[in-house]
């Protein structure tokens, strides 16, 4: 029986601390937070009214921190 072995090395997967995988989490979720945050600024009165958001309700989540 012929065995045949492949010229690549398996990839070892490296586990990263607890810590290092919530802090990319939290990083991902500031971004998209930031992100949602712009494109609800940039929304017009009628697009508010349509998605059934009042201007305080904007107002409420623009003046939130980005890391809330």
Same mark, same amino acid.
Not at 1 to 30: D, V
Not at 53 to 65: F, M, N, T, Y
């Given at each position: 029986?012929?065995?045949?072995? /492949?010229? #690549?090395? &398996? #990839? +070892?997967? #490296?586990?990263? &601390?607890?810590? %290092?995988?919530?802090?990319? $989490?939290?990083?991902? %979720?500031?971004? +998209?937070? $930031? =992100?949602? =945050? =712009?494109? %609800? $600024?940039? *929304?017009?009165?009628? %697009? *508010? ?6 201007? /305080? ?7 939130? $921190?980005?890391?809330?």
């Amino acid at each position: 029986m012929e065995h045949t072995f /492949s010229s #690549t090395s &398996p #990839t +070892r997967q #490296t586990s990263q &601390p607890q810590w %290092l995988s919530q802090l990319r $989490a939290a990083f991902a %979720l500031w971004q +998209r937070n $930031a =992100r949602t =945050r =712009r494109q %609800l $600024a940039a *929304l017009d009165d009628r %697009l *508010l009214s349509d998605a059934g958001i009042s201007p /305080s309700e904007r107002r409420g989540e623009l003046d939130k $921190a980005f890391w809330h």
